[in-house]
């Protein structure tokens, strides 16, 4: 991938370099810059080479008389053919790259390029005879885009990093983003954790005017809408077609390319199929020293019934240094937004390994949204008792003698939230941060969710799917490994979230996706033909590990203790104090980490500019 930023209504442009540098990480084979004519706009690249590795692969690229310019991070898979097309209408191509079709397609087609575009993405696409600036991100938001506006500036980059040095100089924390970090998990939607930084949403398009500052937000695609209930032909027939003409797509690089093995359906299929194409591809496990549940031994089955060059990484305790600060600051450094998910931790590490051997790796995320795999749809069902607890909690709180979430649900939606994120009931975050208490009580159990299209009825599965393909792996998943892979260069490709794939997936009958007895029959079929019989009835594990074995709980205490949060006031003393003496829940560890990964955020981003909107 790579690091896209750009600036449009600021005709000083001192800094922007600067700021535009702090995404290097993301792409440490280049950096290119363009200003426009008038100097009211500014794009600027930092290139991670994957097709053409040449000059003329250099961004931002042009078209031909130089009145278009682009900013690009992803890969377009079906390049070659938009190429064809564009040369059959008289376009003339000065590279081979992928990127370059987007500059002639938007000559073709306008901002309709979006829709002729098959692969992850986010862009910036000056229009100098229009003085407009197109943003757009990909259907499922694999790649990230986020952009402030003030005034008549906006400015717009891959992380939010970049974004703050053109903020004036103020780094301001979202109260509201914080909050719901510390219920979710992850900070999700449209806001950042920063004050007057957005996210562009997936499948969706800004178009600014330089002249006029006026912005239009457009969605081009919903998965919702490509729903239909009836499959003509065979499903298992129509998925493998799909998964191997993905497959086969992404496997179209101009440097060397493996995969992410677990031994479990989702990667152990993408493998598959890969070595469909190339028998032999590099295949890449982590795991920890004296973890009892790995998963090693199976993703060996695995890669030795593919014929895969399997390579294994260990990692020890002492790796990960979450107990030094310098260490740990480090590791955080990865992560300008905070993410609470413990999988931060092998994934991060899984990126260092492969990249010291390929700079692009296919991964399985995806599977467990689209085809129901996840144990949570199953036990977020309405069961006649479940339902029967949920009123019963809705009247003890009409009464005023209700439990407080996550002690008590009194929905499915609250339901569905305890199963993801068991986190801070609203009295502990006002215990914590009392000058936030008025924010706290507004908090509501659940993520709200607007259905559109033909997902409405909380008692279908494809609801909770839907669900989780917006908030969870977009904001969560996807965001976790974009950020801990870009860290070391390293590009990362779904195979699974080609948006074909994902309309498929949507479309399909409940009991091909029923997430009873290990769920994703539909996947399950196949992956069964591809891999050995020992692996057939594996469940579920997920990308875990034991975090207490990693740090444990007294480090993770000293480290708050001694931290940013309380030194500068953004957490109460006595209110941690009181916090830790509260009778301790199963869901203590997870608090207590979330609190460290805010803590660690604060130190690495805020630290003595540390400032937080009221």
Avoid at 137 to 153: Q, S
Avoid at 177 to 188: C, I, P, W
Avoid at 466 to 482: C, E, K, Q, S
Wanted: with cysteine.
């Amino acid at each position: 991938m790579c690091g896209i930023f750009g600036v449009v209504g600021r005709y000083d442009h001192a800094g922007l370099r600067e700021a535009a540098l702090t995404l290097r990480h993301r792409g440490p084979d280049g950096f290119g810059e363009w200003s426009s004519p008038g100097r009211e706009a500014y794009l600027a690249h930092c290139r991670l080479a994957i097709i053409d590795l040449s000059e003329a692969g250099r961004q931002p690229l042009a078209n031909e008389d130089g009145s278009v310019q682009l900013t690009f991070n992803g890969e377009i898979y079906n390049f070659a053919e938009l190429r064809a097309e564009l040369i059959q209408a008289g376009h003339r191509f000065a590279s081979n790259t992928d990127s370059e079709v987007i500059v002639h397609g938007y000559e073709q087609w306008g901002d309709d390029v979006v829709l002729r575009l098959r692969g992850i993405f986010a862009f910036g696409l000056w229009d100098e005879r229009r003085r407009r600036l197109l943003l757009a991100r990909d259907h499922l938001g694999v790649k990230p885009l986020h952009y402030t506006l003030h005034g008549g500036e906006l400015a717009f980059a891959s992380e939010t990093r970049a974004l703050l040095p053109v903020q004036n100089g103020v780094k301001t924390a979202n109260v509201d983003s914080v909050l719901q970090f510390l219920r979710h998990g992850y900070v999700l939607g449209s806001n950042t954790i920063w004050q007057g930084i957005d996210r562009l949403p997936p499948a969706h398009t800004i178009a600014f005017e330089a002249d006029s500052g006026r912005m239009e937000m457009r969605r081009y695609w919903a998965i919702d809408e490509a729903i239909e209930d009836a499959l003509g032909g065979d499903a298992e027939l129509q998925l493998r077609e799909l998964l191997q003409a993905s497959v086969n797509e992404q496997l179209v690089s101009d440097v060397p390319v493996g995969v992410f093995l677990s031994g479990g359906v989702d990667s152990s299929l993408v493998a598959a199929f890969a070595t469909d194409a190339l028998p032999r591809i590099d295949s890449f496990f982590v795991d920890f020293a004296g973890w009892q549940g790995s998963e090693r031994k199976d993703a060996q089955a695995a890669a030795m019934h593919l014929g895969t060059r399997h390579h294994v990484g260990e990692i020890q305790r002492e790796q990960f240094g979450l107990d030094d600060p310098d260490l740990a600051r480090q590791f955080f450094s990865a992560f300008d937004e905070p993410i609470g998910d413990p999988a931060i931790l092998p994934t991060w590490h899984l990126a260092k390994r492969i990249r010291e051997q390929v700079t692009v790796a296919l991964s399985g995320d995806g599977g467990d949204e689209l085809f129901g795999g996840y144990r949570w749809y199953e036990q977020v069902r309405a069961t006649p008792r479940r339902e029967m607890a949920w009123r019963a909690e809705r009247m003890r709180r009409l009464l005023g003698i209700g439990r407080e979430w996550p002690h008590g649900c009194a929905s499915q939606a609250e339901y569905y939230h305890l199963l993801h994120c068991p986190s801070f009931s609203v009295s502990e975050l006002a215990m914590l941060f009392p000058q936030w208490a008025d924010r706290t009580t507004g908090l509501a159990a659940g993520i709200r969710f607007d259905p559109s299209g033909r997902i409405q009825d909380e008692g279908d599965q494809r609801h909770w799917q839907a669900l989780d393909l917006r908030p969870y792996l977009v904001d969560n998943n996807l965001a976790r490994v974009d950020r801990a892979s870009m860290a070391h260069g390293l590009e990362v490709r779904v195979p699974l979230l080609d948006h074909r794939i994902a309309s498929f997936a949507m479309s399909l009958p409940p009991p091909l996706v029923d997430a009873a007895n290990g769920g994703k029959p539909l996947l399950r079929r196949l992956f069964v033909e591809r891999l050995p019989p020992s692996l057939h009835a594996k469940p579920k594990q997920g990308f875990s590990f034991p975090l207490q074995e990693v740090v444990g709980e007294e480090s993770l205490v000293r480290t708050l203790q001694n931290g940013a949060m309380l030194r500068y006031g953004m957490m109460d003393p006595a209110g941690f104090k009181r916090w830790l003496a509260l009778p301790r829940n199963s869901n203590h560890e997870c608090k207590l980490w979330l609190l460290f990964v805010l803590e660690n955020w604060a130190r690495n981003w805020l630290l003595d500019d540390l400032a937080v909107a009221a």
